[in-house]
Nanobody, 122 residues
Framework: QVQLVESGGGSVQAGGSLKLSCKVF????????MGWIRQPPGKGREGVAKIESDGSTAYADSVKGRFTISKDTAKNTLYLQMNSLEPKDTAMYYCAADWNSRNVAAGTPRYWGQGTQVTVSS
């Protein structure tokens, strides 16, 4: 069982930056694929970034070069550094975990948190 608690969302202007954090609770051993998914207003959830247990990462094309996912296992925390934010990045962002990384990439993970809102204005 995994519990995920996100923080760090907010409102920024286009071009700005935000850093999201996700505190991970439960007996994870960090063996899950961890990641971030988002749900834009009126749309379905989509994968944003993921990090495997071996530290390898992958990103959605829409955020490559702007977002960076990382983890600090000693602090049981997952991060998402978001730079050069654009209005299209406006969404509820969720921390995600699943044994199957494809589910994280697809935006349909087994576990996710309550979400943190990111709003980018032009």
């Amino acid at each position: 069982q995994v519990q995920l608690v996100e923080s760090g969302g907010g409102s920024v202007q286009a071009g700005g930056s935000l850093k999201l954090s996700c505190k991970v609770f439960g007996n994870t051993g960090w063996n899950y694929c961890m990641g971030w998914i988002r749900q834009p207003p009126g749309k379905g959830r989509e994968g944003v970034a993921k990090i495997e247990s071996d530290g390898s990462t992958a990103y959605a094309d829409s955020v490559k070069g702007r977002f960076t996912i990382s983890k600090d296992t000693a602090k049981n925390t997952l991060y998402l550094q978001m730079n050069s934010l654009e209005p299209k990045d406006t969404a509820m962002y969720y921390c995600a975990a699943d044994w199957n990384s494809r589910n994280v990439a697809a935006g349909t993970p087994r576990y996710w948190g309550q979400g943190t809102q990111v709003t980018v204005s032009s």
